[in-house]
């Protein structure tokens, strides 16, 4: 089975979490919940601290301060109408897979988050992967009707993987 998403570790910490592992987990059950076939598909992670991703979210959203999660599209996937599921992308042969594009997830952020939220690192990681690999296939929360498809895939993603209800 050809790897799914290509894990670079910036942080250390990230290692010791696994985060290779349970990002592949993660978006290949995102892919699989939207009726894609993981196989054919790359994404680029990087597992980094706050200092990384508040520089990333200052440069791209204007917003100076550590977030828990970025992600960055290939290509725009938007749906035609609000509420509506994207244009999902075709899968690329194996061994020229579809680049879905980028995400970056920080450290600090999500344990502090998981923390206050009393779940484990592992959990809360698995939900942000699979909201940052659903944002690459163009689904979004901006609009109430995007919002609650988009929760509506992840609460049902999430529960086949063992994960409870995040909202």
Request: net charge negative; hydrophobic share 45%; with cysteine.
């Amino acid at each position: 089975m050809a790897e799914l998403v290509d894990t670079l570790i910036e942080d250390a910490r990230w290692a010791g979490a696994d985060l290779p592992a349970v990002a592949e987990r993660a978006a290949r059950a995102a892919l699989t919940g939207v009726g894609l076939r993981p196989e054919g598909f790359l994404i680029s992670l990087m597992g980094c601290d706050d200092a990384r991703i508040a520089g990333l979210n200052a440069d791209f959203r204007g917003k100076p301060q550590p977030t828990n999660v970025l992600s960055w599209p290939s290509e725009d996937h938007v749906a035609a109408v609000v509420g509506g599921s994207p244009d999902v992308p075709a899968p690329g042969p194996d061994a020229d897979p579809h680049s879905l594009g980028d995400i970056a997830i920080a450290w600090e952020t999500c344990q502090r988050e998981a923390a206050e939220q009393g779940k484990t690192l592992v959990d809360h990681v698995t939900h942000l992967v699979v909201h940052a690999v659903l944002h690459l296939l163009g689904y979004d929360h901006v609009e109430d009707e995007d919002a609650a498809l988009m929760e509506a895939i992840e609460v049902r993603t999430l529960a086949s993987l063992g994960v409870s209800d995040p909202y």
